[in-house]
C-alpha cells in the first residue's frame, strides 16, 4: 500500500505533461495548479502516481478526469473518500477499452455505465464507468 496525500505544488512536476493511463488528455503544471486550488477538485498523490477529481457537491457525483502513473488501487481508494468527503453519492470516469488500470478500476467496483463512440477523438472509444459510493 501507497501512501496517498494532497498534491501540494511541487508534486505538480511529476504529473505535468504525462500520460494520462485512463486514455483522456493530459494536464499542464499549470491547469494541475488551478485543479489544485479549486475547492470543487482534489489532487492526489501517490509517489510519482497522481489522481484528479472534479466534485459536483452534496448528492452529485464525483469525476475522475485524469490518472496518471501506477498505484490505481491507492489512488482510487483515496479518491473515493475525498468523494464521499464532498457528499457526492458516486463517482465516474471515462476510460479507453485498452487502457491497463481496467482491470483495477473493474476490480474495485467499477462497473460500465455505457459507451462513448469516438470520446477520445480519432476514433477511440470510451467507456462510462461509474461506482456508487
Do not use: C, Q, W
Amino acid at each position: 500500500m501507497v501512501k496517498v496525500k494532497e498534491a501540494k505544488k511541487g508534486d505538480l512536476l511529476g504529473m505535468d505533461g504525462r500520460p494520462n493511463v485512463l486514455g483522456g488528455p493530459s494536464f499542464s503544471y499549470s491547469a494541475l495548479e488551478m485543479f489544485m486550488m479549486a475547492p470543487d477538485f482534489a489532487v492526489l498523490v501517490a509517489g510519482d502516481s497522481g489522481i484528479v477529481v472534479y466534485h459536483e457537491g452534496k448528492g452529485g457525483k464525483s469525476r475522475v478526469l485524469l490518472m496518471v502513473g501506477g498505484s490505481a488501487t491507492d489512488l482510487l481508494r483515496s479518491a473515493e473518500g475525498s468523494a464521499r468527503g464532498a457528499g457526492t453519492v458516486k463517482i465516474t470516469l471515462e476510460v479507453s477499452p485498452e487502457s491497463p488500470v481496467l482491470p483495477d478500476l473493474e476490480s474495485a467496483g467499477y462497473r460500465k455505465a455505457g459507451d462513448v463512440a469516438n470520446y477520445f477523438a480519432k476514433g477511440r472509444p470510451a467507456l462510462f464507468l461509474e461506482k456508487i459510493l
